[in-house]
């Protein structure tokens, strides 16, 4: 039996990375994989929907560009070719990874995992009709689609009326009517995509607003824009049944039936389960599993990186918490923080943010000191966004005038607010920020502009 110092199961974001840092730090590693290495995010989520979402920008762009003096006469967007350039993409990024983990000596088994037992030395883990030994476990197993058991939706996703966020970046063909229930990220993204390619959306969410827990403000422009681009909405509409070619909802006390071609249901992912977690006594909450700030479980040994821990549910936070998981093993020191964890959605345009809102900082109690300026203070930004309404906020705390929260919307949000999440990262002082040079001109110098509003 072949033993390592570490067996991964899962080679997503979380997975990959904590091989490729393992394999680098000297660790005997192997990773398991059940699907394709990359996971949901290189494979079916943060890298296909942008690349949807990219051709949608591109197209928008050709259709509205007279205001700034250009004509595109007859643009069109293929849909096939569209999926054709996404997979080519998906393809060299899912190639990259399974070259980097061969150049660090990582193992990798092309079959789905299950933990088999404790033993005295570490943890034995079977998959494919083998059994591998490992001194210590982390589990990168990803997430799954919360499917709800709404009247008619079992059947709705065999027939292939419903899809899952999986389905939808492959459809063939551009349906004319789309119901998306969920208007989180996921749902707004791909209401975006479709709305730009032709087809007739309805995003139906059963909050009274979208994005989640984005700034109040934020959500509302951005609500703004999509309804602009031609994405009706049903707020506060709680879906009851997904059959027979309808989506039906209450919303105000009344029913009422969607017709659609196809339904996308988003409302959310939970933890993947593992086979055989059970046997070693691995806690979990909500079906996700616990884990500390090494990203250590209450079983000496078996680490939880990525979605598989419910935390954050983000790529970027799976890399991190996979390397800390590392770190912990190769003693070197390293704490995973969650304060600073940026969010984006990457519609047009696009909504970023990290950290506190107004209100959640208010609610932990702090005194805060807040600022919004008209992304149109950036000279950038006018130049490039005819009739854009994008706002940045600033949240900070009065006391120390350390950063706690940046919040904006408006092209290149997505960009600036790794700098945003570096100020908070670092605690660095508004006083200290001020002496900072930004680059003339960018969105981002909006920041600059806010810190002399606080
Ligand atoms: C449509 C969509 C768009 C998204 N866009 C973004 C975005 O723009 N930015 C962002 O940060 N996040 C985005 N996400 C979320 C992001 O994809 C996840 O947060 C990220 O993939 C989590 O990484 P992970 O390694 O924890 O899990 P995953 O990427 O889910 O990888 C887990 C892997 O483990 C494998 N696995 C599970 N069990 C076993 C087993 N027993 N044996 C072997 N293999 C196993 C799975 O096959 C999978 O490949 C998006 C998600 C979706 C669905």
Do not use: W
């Amino acid at each position: 039996m072949d033993t390592y110092d570490i067996a991964i199961i899962g080679g997503g974001p979380a997975g990959y990375n904590a091989a490729e840092r393992a394999g680098h730090a000297g660790l005997k590693t192997v990773v398991f994989e059940k699907r394709a290495l990359g996971g949901v995010c290189l494979n079916e989520g943060c890298i296909p929907s942008k690349a949807l979402l990219n051709s949608a920008k591109i197209y928008d762009y050709a259709r509205h560009s007279e205001v700034y003096g250009v004509t595109v006469k007859n643009a069109s967007l293929d849909h096939k070719t569209v999926v054709a350039r996404k997979n080519k993409v998906v393809s060299k990024l899912t190639g990259g990874v399974a070259m980097k983990l061969k150049k660090c000596g990582v193992t990798v088994i092309n079959a789905e995992a299950a933990i088999e037992n404790k033993t005295a030395g570490g943890f034995t883990v079977s998959a494919a009709g083998n059994t591998y030994a490992a001194k210590n476990l982390l589990v990168c197993a990803g997430s799954v689609p919360v499917l709800p058991p709404i009247q008619g939706l079992a059947d709705s996703l065999k027939s292939g009326f419903a899809l899952t966020s999986r389905e939808i970046l492959d459809l063939e063909a551009v349906p004319k009517t789309l119901t998306i229930v969920g208007g989180g990220v996921i749902g707004l993204e791909m209401a975006a995509y479709y709305a730009s390619a032709g087809a007739a959306v309805t995003v139906v969410e059963m909050l009274n607003s979208i994005g989640g827990p984005i700034d109040g403000e934020i959500s509302k422009i951005l609500l703004n824009n999509l309804t602009k681009a031609g994405i009706a909405f049903a707020l506060g509409a709680k879906v009851t049944a997904i059959e027979n070619g309808g989506v039906t909802y209450e919303k105000d006390g009344k029913t009422q039936t969607l017709k659609c071609d196809k339904t996308l249901v988003s409302i959310g992912r939970r933890a993947a389960a593992v086979s055989g977690l059970e046997k070693l006594g691995v806690a979990l909450e909500r079906g996700a599993i616990l884990t500390d700030e090494h990203m250590r479980t209450n079983i000496p040994g078996v680490y939880a990186a990525g979605d598989v821990n419910g935390k954050s549910m983000l790529a970027h936070t799976a890399y991190r918490e996979g390397e800390a998981a590392v770190n912990h093993i190769v003693n070197k020191r390293d704490v995973m923080r969650y304060e600073a964890i940026p969010a984006v959605i990457y519609t047009h345009p696009e909504a970023a943010f990290v950290g506190e809102t107004e209100d959640s900082a208010k609610k932990k109690g702090y005194e805060v000191k807040c600022a919004t300026l008209p992304m149109m203070y950036s000279g950038r930004y006018m130049a490039e966004n005819e009739g854009g309404d994008g706002i940045c906020k600033l949240v900070t705390e009065a006391k120390t005038g350390r950063v706690l929260g940046v919040h904006m919307i408006g092209g290149y949000a997505s960009e600036t607010i790794a700098l945003a999440a570096m100020m908070i990262e670092t605690e660095i002082k508004i006083g200290d920020l001020r002496e900072l040079v930004f680059p003339h001109p960018t969105c981002g110098e909006v920041i600059r502009e806010l810190l002399f509003e606080i």
